[in-house]
């Protein structure tokens, strides 16, 4: 990169000690942070309104050109704070200028003088005003004006005069980041351009232009960094396996497999066979049958001769992957051990000793697999459910149990396409998009407190048909917040409402062995409804359950409802959900429309995405997902999308990143996989 590039921000004229220190609170430390500090949006002074014709307390800002009319003396209308008031005519009417401890820009307008506004009107047809707008001289050279994120101690007026200095600086010494095949490819202006006009755009289109450029060079950069990523982790398969047919697996299965799932085996398979040691994600939505697939890649393993492992991130969600494998798996003569931490340390070390000793061909566990106690003979196939709970290192240590076993990770969190080629970009992808055979759709009534009475109504009639249901909570104790929580609902209910039949409470707080107890009592059957909080949210399968009501459901994301929602309709029995929120705000009314309309958790995925970001999307900020400072996951898909082609395409040619041309890319990608190491 070019020296002067990298270079403190100290060294752009204007820019001072005291001025770098506020620039670095908006991560501007050197001369190229600074070019690439975008603007939020853009004024367009070539338009104004007339006075006359704005519409107060209208969402949108306006753009107006009048003169100052007349001052009004300042005024104190409490400690600290200091009232200024101009009137701003047009000739076609006034407006009301106010201005809040604004007093040196005020002193500077003058009576008579030409200005123009940039800001939100309120009051009413008869009385216009404006709150602190932005204010420029009317011979402002500029047409389109660039308006910047801002921190205390940093105007508008500065960072364009440093950016100004900045573009001085550099022109004419730029070397363009993007190499010229890739850029021609995606019709991108040059890096220089980008940064005039993405600062100082003589027109609209020139910024779009400019924009463009910069949000692409963020995601090429990226997706060569998860490229080279993956390069260095392209291992070669010290598991080979030889193909097998399902044949036998799938003449035991107690259903048949659906098209995604056959199609997803034989990706498996193929991966399994391959040169290189396969990485796959399995990915598919609620109930659409990753358990049977994950049985049949174990199946395929142990054909040939290796042990395969299952990590899950709960003890309940362990004991019923072991279960379901014992089930599939036992008839074929594969061995099936579980091994969990609440264990006792006796038939922990059973356990571990028979995967040691290769007396177990397949072991489903939490944690537990990955302590320095748990060998395998010959692991060949390690997987991950719900693989975003884990950290990488947690992954690596499993990995590490045997010598560079296969890989397949799977989710039931339907992930957005824009996100899945972020966050899962180092995998090859299989999706399960369809649901098994008897799979009913569950109907889903979002309602406010009002009519819990008759929800709980609702759930009475389906308890009395036999069926048994579960009541979700946000918290589980009182918080202070204004939460229902599991604890004294579980109480409230047991005591009033739900008196007469077997309730259970089910908690994250609770010892892996209460856990156990009290899902094996409701699978059992001899708990007719289950108070409990999001710790029923993965895996949990008891076919029998057949409604849902989620309390606060507005302190949920909607992938969250949408995983929650899937505890029930797994047994081909008409099922429902009921969504109590007394949240009435436009953005939870959408929420609430959106979810109650569809089962599709792919496009609820996409929805939750829009509305939360993708940094949450996950429910908690996911370690190693790239915070962009241009790019916008939720807008910039098929950006994304050229971005990924284009740079598997350059690092076919150049996987290292070792050509000399290629060194700027090289040091851009290296803070990248730098950063998501210190991260992870």
Known sequence: MNDKLERDVTYVKSVGPKKAEVLARVGIKTVYDLLQYCPRDYVDLSEPSEIRTVTPNDERSYVIRGRIASKLPPSHIRKGMTLCKAVVTDDTDDITLTLFNQEYTFANLREGDDVVLYGKVTGNTFRREMSSPLIFPANTPDLIIPVYPLTNGLTQNAIRKAVKSALDLVEGEVEDVMPPAVRESAAMCTQYYAWENVHFPKSMIGAHEARRRLIFDELFVHSLAIGYTRSLDNVYNSCPMEPVTFHRFEDVLPFKLTTAQKKALVDIATGLCGKRRMNRLLQGDVGSGKTAVAAGAAYFAFMNGYQSCMMA???????????????????????????????????????????????????????????????????????????????????????????????????????????????????????????????????????????????????????????????????????GLDIIDAKSYYEKLARGAFADYRLGLLHGRMNGAEKEEVMELFKAGEIDLLVATTVIEVGVDVPNATIIVIENADRFGLSQLHQLRGRVGRGGHESFCVLITDNTSPDNVKRMKTISSTTDGFRIAEEDLKLRGPGDFFGTNQHGLPTFKIADLTRDVNLLETAQKLSKRFLDADPRLEKPENAVLRELVGKIVEGAAEMN
């Not at 006796?346 to 000793?357: L, P, Y």
């Not at 560079?404 to 799977?410: A, E, F, I």
């Not at 396409?417 to 109907?443: C, H, K, N, Q, W």
């Open 313 to 479: 991130p709960t003890e309940i969600l362990a004991a019923q992957h072991y279960k379901t494998f014992r089930t599939l798996l036992e008839p074929l003569g594969i061995r099936v051990g579980l091994l969990t931490g609440s264990l006792t340390p006796k038939n922990k070390r059973a356990v571990q000793e028979s995967a040691a000793a290769g007396e177990l061909d397949c072991l489903i566990g939490t944690h537990a697999l990955f302590s320095e106690n748990t060998a395998f003979k010959r692991l060949g196939l390690v997987m991950t459910d719900e693989q975003h709970r884990f950290g990488v290192e947690q992954r690596a240590a499993l990995s590490a149990k045997g010598s560079d076993p296969h890989r397949l990770t799977m989710s039931a969190t339907p992930i957005p396409r824009t996100l899945a080629l972020i966050f899962y970009g180092d995998l090859e992808i299989s999706v399960l998009d369809e649901l098994p055979e008897g799979r009913m759709p569950v109907a889903t009534y979002a309602v406010t407190g009002r009519v819990r009475e008759r929800a709980y109504g609702f759930v009475k009639k389906q308890l009395d048909m036999g069926h048994q249901g579960y009541i979700v909570c946000p918290a589980v104790d009182e918080s």
